[in-house]
């Protein structure tokens, strides 16, 4: 394989471009998770308070 062939060649442009916007999604997603953790724990225990009458969930 030549190196000016190689430079040319173009079929592993779209695999690069989805692992890289892919990795901007997860970054993404776990600044959005560090962001809203702790009000959606709140949310969540405040849900099962009321269902469960503040007993807890028990099995």
Known sequence: ???KSFFLN???QATTEYILLSLVLI???M???KL???SI???FNHV???RTGGLGMLP
Request: glycine share 10%; aromatic share 14%; proline share 0%.
């Open 1 to 3: 394989m030549k190196k």
């Open 41 to 43: 724990a709140k949310y």
């Open 10 to 12: 173009r079929q592993g």
């Open 31 to 33: 600044g959005v998770n």
């Open 48 to 50: 099962a308070f009321l």
């Open 27 to 29: 970054v993404a997603a």
């Open 36 to 38: 809203f953790a702790k």
